[in-house]
Structure formats: C-alpha cells, structure tokens
C-alpha cells in the first residue's frame, strides 16, 4: 500500500452506466460498457474506474442487502452517442486525495481506511464520490499483482 497524496485530477469524458445492485456487478459491468465503445467505433482514453456514490458504512449497509449504487466508467477521446442504460458524460475532476492499494479487490479496506484517516488527519472533508482506477486486468496478472488508485474528491 502506498501513502497518500493529493493530484489534481482532470475532467475526463467517459462512458459509463449505473445501477442497482451488487459489486459483484462491477466486472461485467464494465465488460458490457468496453464492448459497447468498440461497438460504437469509439477509442478507449484510459482504464475502466468504478464511481462509489455511498460513503463507508452506507457502503457495508447496502452491499449487504444487494442495494449498492453501482457505476462503471471508460474514458474516451471522443463523445458517444448513448442507448439510455449506457450515457457519455463528463467525470468531475478537481483535487483528490490518492492511495494505491496492491492486491485482490476485496482486500482494499486496509486501503480505504488509511485514505479516510489521512482525509480526516489533514483537515480535509469528502467532496464527492469515490472512485477506483483498475490499473491492470485481472485476466492478465494474479490478484496479489492487481492494483487499484483510489481517489476521494477532497475541500
């Protein structure tokens, strides 16, 4: 696990979609939007992020009952017209505190927790939605190899 930091994160469009559901979800999820921008004759601009609209004990709450707020997001270089379920936006960008967890997916609270502290250490509050970078693909690398920028929009 690294430490934390600050980055100034750009706007990025993307493609994304968002539901109900679990986090189980996430995957193919994002499976669905990454065939749909190949379909559309879109290009890929960056690696796929989940969007985490509920804070941390929301997060257990609703994920325990199969209720979570789910959104997957591609960046792209150019806009695509969307079907309804999956939509072209603009991802807020702005200052974020940053961690990045190495390691299984599920193993990211030590991550989490340690982000929050800092947040809450430095006089900073949670301004948004966080959000997971996948920065490689677990079809391609072990779970011990995988790893995850987490950002917090912070004021």
Sequence with gaps: MSEVSISN?????????????????????????????????????????????????????????????????????????????????ELAGGPMARITHQGPYERSAAAYKKLFAWIAENHKKVAGPTREVYLNDPRKVSPEELLTEIYAPVI
């Design 9 to 89: 994160v750009e706007p990025l469009l993307v493609v994304g979609m968002r539901r109900r559901g679990t986090y189980a979800e996430i995957r193919p999820m994002t499976a669905r939007v990454h065939k749909y921008i190949e379909a559309g004759g879109g290009r890929i601009a960056g690696p796929p992020m989940f969007i985490c609209h509920e804070t941390p004990k929301e997060v257990v709450r609703v994920n325990l009952q199969h209720n979570a707020d789910v959104e997957v997001a591609i960046p792209v270089s150019g806009r695509i017209e969307g079907d309804g379920e999956i939509t072209c936006y």
